[in-house]
């Protein structure tokens, strides 16, 4: 009996063995095979040091330009997170831009570049108090370089150490826009306006998934060059009267939505077109 029984178990071992096997070829389906790996941070050691040197280098510049500004009562003066707060730093700034428009200038894109590169959240107030100190026109100028020259480094910076933090953050939204993209290589340029002119993904991701789905440099700088001059225009404006204003949803209501989509689907038309002579 104790002969008969070696065998089987032998068997059985070597059966296991092939089993265990198959199932590592074919591939865990069990959920926690299926359920990301959220428990590892995301960026090796070599991202990380690449990252805070990027962060400490405009950190320094920062400070080079709050060394060379005149003085002033800092104590007064914080990134605005409400409206009430906006029209505080408004009555604080509103002199202190005037006697001193070069180096306040210097300081207000110092600081929004800065914001718009490392995902700071904050910039819409920025564009408020860019109309409310400098009128419409300069206003609008000053905003849409601004915040293209930030989506610009935050490019850079997301060709560097971007993949994984996006890939870990939004897989399902990162796989969508690569699909999206990829369906529409001859009329990206289009497809990018329609993007950065409606709220259809937000202005951040774009900013860190285009360079990831390989969308070249000069699409995504006159992309975002001219698609956000009609939402910067509606948040400039707005800030000529932040007395009525009540808060950063009043901005975007119903008809400026439709009229932000409007525009978008302006610049989409070619390609949906395009696609439809394809198809037919």
């Known amino acids: 009996m104790s002969s008969m029984a070696a065998p089987r178990s032998a068997m ?4 296991r063995i092939v089993l265990r096997d198959e199932d590592e070829e074919n591939g865990d389906d069990s959920p926690s095979a299926k359920r990301p790996k959220l428990d590892r941070f995301p960026l090796t050691r070599w991202e990380i040091v690449a990252s805070l040197s990027v962060f400490f280098i405009f950190s320094a510049g920062l400070f080079c330009v709050y060394l060379t500004m005149p003085a002033a009562d800092f104590g007064k003066l914080k990134l605005p997170r409400s409206i009430s707060d906006l029209r505080l730093l408004k009555d604080h700034l509103g002199s202190y831009a005037k006697d001193y428009p070069a180096q306040f200038i210097l300081g207000y894109c110092s600081i929004y570049i800065f914001m718009q590169t490392f995902m700071i959240p904050g910039t819409i107030f920025m564009s408020l108090l860019a ?17 293209t020259a ?13 993949r994984p933090i996006v890939s870990w953050l939004w897989p399902e939204k990162l796989r969508f826009f690569q699909a999206e993209i990829a369906k529409r290589r001859d ?20 900013n860190l998934a285009s360079p990831i789905v390989d969308i070249p440099f000069h699409i995504f700088f006159l992309a975002t060059l001219i698609g956000l001059i009609p939402a910067s225009y509606i948040t400039v404006r707005a800030g000529l009267a932040l007395g009525d204003l009540k808060s950063v949803k009043d901005l975007y209501d119903f008809k400026t939505l ?8 302006i610049f ?5 077109l395009k696609r439809k002579k394809i198809y037919e």
């Open 12 to 15: 059985g071992e070597s059966v």
């Open 131 to 147: 109309g409310a100190l400098f009128g419409v026109i300069r206003g609008l100028l000053l905003v849409v370089l601004n915040a």
């Open 150 to 162: 930030g989506a610009s480094s935050c490019y850079f910076l997301s060709k560097l150490i971007g």
């Open 187 to 206: 009329k990206l340029l289009n497809y990018m306006l329609f993007l950065r002119i409606t709220p259809s993904l937000p202005n951040l991701f774009i």
């Open 258 to 265: 439709c009229v932000l989509f409007l525009i978008g689907f």
């Open 268 to 272: 989409i038309c070619p390609a949906l």
